[in-house]
């Protein structure tokens, strides 16, 4: 009987978040390397207002393991704190909160005079090893005798607990329920892109990756999604 009652309340549960968060948010990143190698990224990040309720929740970060760290919707159009230091590479960091129909935005104009340092401190502010929110892995570096960078990235979803049996069927249609229609969308713009493994512009001047949300935060996917270009700047 235990078992039985516990895949109801796995279901229950997953019915209610799928009505509560359904299209509950998306992610847009327009990046532009320029021809003097430095770029410009603009993220934009919309939650519906009921997941952005539950993203001010103090109890969330705490479940996630990030108790006392700023809650980036709250502190969206804040200009940056004078008293902590750019990421390295990072010349400006701009926020604007804004409504798009019935979500909350939050987006960020980020000026990046060098981006292979500003990839490594991205790098270095991750969690640690053990968090519940998994390092991503992610490298940018100088192609050898090209005006240019190699863009290698591979998106690991969270470390969430995977229902056993039917109950993994039922999870993973409430989870493309939830997420319906709502992706990641990832461009990137510069003088030519080469050995990219997203969709190219007739021109080969803009590449674009555009997920599912689902297909990201799916654990139990067995193929890793990744992004993968050569950006030439000159």
Known sequence: MKPILERTRIAAVLTAAAVVLGGCFDVTQDATVRDDGQASIVVELALA????????????????????????????????????PLPAGVRSIESVRAKRGDMETCTLIIEVPDPVAAVASAREMQPPAGQKLPRQEFSLVRLDGRPGYRLRTTLTPPDLPIPPGADQNIGRALLDAM????????????????????????????????????????????????????????
């Open 49 to 84: 207002a009921e997941l952005a309720a539950i993203v001010g929740n103090p109890a969330l970060s705490k479940q996630f393991g990030q108790e006392g760290a700023p809650n980036f919707l709250s502190d969206c159009g804040k200009p940056w704190p004078a008293d902590k």
């Open 179 to 234: 997420f319906a229609n709502r992706y990641m969308t990832l461009s990137l713009s510069a003088r030519s892109i080469e050995n990219a493994n997203g969709e190219l512009s007739p021109d080969k001047s803009r590449v674009t990756w555009r997920y599912p949300i689902a297909a990201i935060f799916d654990p139990a996917r067995d193929k890793p999604l990744s992004i993968e270009a050569d950006i030439l700047y000159k």
